[in-house]
């Protein structure tokens, strides 16, 4: 065996993840000159590197000398490099031994091993329950990119595909799943982040369908953190951010309470274990068809959206107009959807893309009959595509019970507010929800430029007026 061995270094199709537009990527390994050249004699023979274009085979950095040490024998020993590479690929790293014979005569660049499909671009953990390992049970075409790439649980880089969370070769992975997943929500999320970045994408697969956040929560029990952590830093240890999708198994009256606490320990825990501020991008809960628990949805969907109003860097969008494959896993198209919806908030946040927030409830009052509702993040008004007030989502509560919806006037003459008119004036302590039951209403307003509906909330205050 002969020429230049990389023993430590990246994996094909890996993507690192860029600061300021470029990546530094730190190879090893041996070389030995072939022995028809020690035959010859061999007076020099230096390990050298360059990188090339996929796309058209130049030359990203020529043929380079790396930094080596030799054995007793001239033509063999270690050497190591670190590389700088600009933000894009896909890329190819060759390596070679270059050799020149002792009588000057010969000359030769012997073969050196190769990694192929590498990217610097961004990097992202999935994490989350089912809904985020991607069960949708159906077909969408959604097929592969050159451009987007994941980690699987084998713990090797690939192209990306679907299924995101398989398990060949990873079944006593601590994420490894019970059945059989499908469409994610990230591989069109990918392609639409690319679309924009102009940059691969990378995907680190860590989430399990069915769990509660408590295994994410390290002071209850957070294998599955664990596990997250692990495999970033098996990746380089930076990413441009967390895509969480998670809550469905904290929908009960005895999990319900805690939820924001656990979710807050996550974020910071994780941004105290990779030693910066890492952005959360996250969604609001879908629906589940068969639950009884519409009080624990809506506790866990307004801790979701409380999470993404005070803690910063975290993100949110809502999913409740997304259809479903079964009683509570969104189907492939809705997974595309979101993958594409998630794309243009984290263009947003992170390369200054046209906004991309959702609505979310800033203030509620009344006076007399007539409930004002104001919200953030209005790109024009609300459209609504149903003249029923029952039908939009709403429930008011004051101190003697439900008070109705009788009706609603056109939001969209004014930008940000929607006014409710209630069959009679409340009294005492009162509260508005929206869209908090386990399965809410289909037909949620929704702003009229980015066709996103509002956040959900549950039990927000309503200030009375005179």
Not at 34 to 40: H, L
Not at 239 to 252: F, I, M, R
Not at 396 to 424: C, M, W
Request: aromatic fraction near 10%; glycine fraction near 8%.
């Amino acid at each position: 065996m002969h020429g230049v061995f990389i023993t430590e270094g990246p994996l094909d199709w890996q993507i690192f993840q860029q600061d300021e537009g470029k990546a530094c990527v730190t190879l090893s390994g041996t070389f030995n000159a072939p022995q028809a050249a020690i035959d010859i004699g061999v007076e020099s023979a230096v390990p050298i590197i360059r990188v090339m274009s996929e796309q058209d085979n130049s030359q990203i950095l020529p043929w380079t000398p790396m930094s080596y040490t030799t054995d007793k024998d001239p033509s063999s020993g270690t050497w190591e490099t670190t590389l700088t590479l600009p933000a894009g690929g896909l890329y190819r790293i060759e390596t070679g031994l270059d050799a020149k014979s002792s009588d000057h005569v010969y000359a030769w660049i012997f073969r050196g091993d190769l990694r192929l499909h590498l990217g610097v671009g961004d990097l992202f953990l999935v994490s989350g329950q089912s809904n985020s390992s991607g069960y949708g049970r159906d077909s969408a075409f959604d097929p592969p990119s050159e451009q987007v790439h994941l980690f699987r649980n084998r713990l090797t880089w690939d192209l990306a595909t679907h299924p995101i969370n398989e398990s060949t070769f990873g079944a006593d992975s601590p994420n490894a799943e019970m059945g059989i997943s499908g469409v994610s929500p990230y591989l069109a999320f990918g392609k639409a982040l690319n679309r924009t970045s102009n940059v691969p994408v990378g995907l680190i697969s860590t989430s399990m369908g069915g769990q509660p956040i408590s295994r994410w929560d390290t002071r209850i029990n957070g294998d599955l953190f664990r596990n997250m952590i692990d495999r970033m830093k098996k990746c380089g240890g930076k990413a441009a951010g967390v895509l969480w999708y998670q809550g469905c198994s904290d929908t009960t009256p005895e999990r319900d309470e805690t939820y924001l606490d656990s979710f807050l320990q996550v974020v910071n825990e994780t941004r105290t274990e990779l030693g910066y501020d890492i952005p959360f991008f996250t969604y609001q809960l879908n629906r589940e068809l068969s639950s009884k628990n519409d009080a624990s949805y809506g506790k866990i969907r307004e801790a979701q959206r409380i999470a993404a109003s005070r803690i910063p860097g975290v993100y949110i969008l809502p999913t409740m107009n997304i259809p479903l494959c079964d009683g509570i896993h969104n189907n492939a198209h809705g997974n595309m959807q979101l993958g594409e919806k998630m794309a243009k908030l984290c263009a947003h946040v992170l390369y200054g893309a046209p906004s991309y927030f959702a609505p979310a409830i800033v203030s509620a009052t009344v006076k007399s009959e007539v409930l004002t509702l104001t919200f953030s993040n209005m790109q024009r008004g609300f459209a609504i595509f149903t003249p029923n007030a029952d039908d939009i989502g709403f429930t008011v509560e004051d101190s003697k019970g439900s008070i109705a919806v009788k009706s609603f006037t056109d939001p969209r003459k004014t930008q940000n507010t929607i006014q409710l008119i209630l069959e009679r004036i409340p009294e005492g302590d009162t509260v508005i929800s929206f869209c908090s039951e386990a399965s809410p209403s289909n037909l949620p307003p929704v702003d009229e430029v980015t066709f996103l509906p509002a956040l959900s909330f549950y039990r927000y205050p309503v200030l009375l007026q005179e």
